[in-house]
């Protein structure tokens, strides 16, 4: 017979929602319900041989929507084509996926929809000067974060261009 207590926010008690898998494993479950569910959980087990040095311990942390991705930067332009990156932001704890949305500058309605398991996308069919605003979005089960925006980005034709151009970092608003 196993025992099974947890200790959540300094309160221990036992634990009826506990499955017996197998003379080695069980299987506990804990659902939080409100508010003050949410904290550090921790467990136990005893048993006729004894009782469990060290508790697991557990964060439990409400999901929520993701922060938005970060530090987006424009590389590899070619005559008709750019390559987007940013670094993720916190996932909200849930799985997530990236969206980016390119805008003519005075547009309402995206002109490209890209999504992406990572935040990096190729966006190809450029025009040559007309003014683009980018927004880069995280969107999981509980929503879609705030945007990090590139605005008023201008791709000149490549013969009006001269040097050598590298990785371009932009601030975002």
Known sequence: MLNFFINFMGQARPHDNVVNVSIQVALAKYTPVADL???TL???ASNEVGTQLAPC???MVAAGKPHPP???TLWNQTVDSVEVSCVAGFDGGLPQRF???VYSA???APRVNLSSDEPSWTVRGLEWDVRFRLVAVAVNAKGR???ARLDDLLFSDPE???GVHGRQSLTIR
């Open 160 to 162: 009006k261009r001269t």
């Open 37 to 39: 569910d949410y904290g």
């Open 57 to 59: 311990v557990f964060q």
């Open 106 to 108: 005075d547009g309402v």
């Open 42 to 44: 921790s467990c136990s």
């Open 70 to 72: 970060r530090n987006c």
């Open 145 to 147: 974060s705030s945007p």
């Open 99 to 101: 969206l980016l949305e």
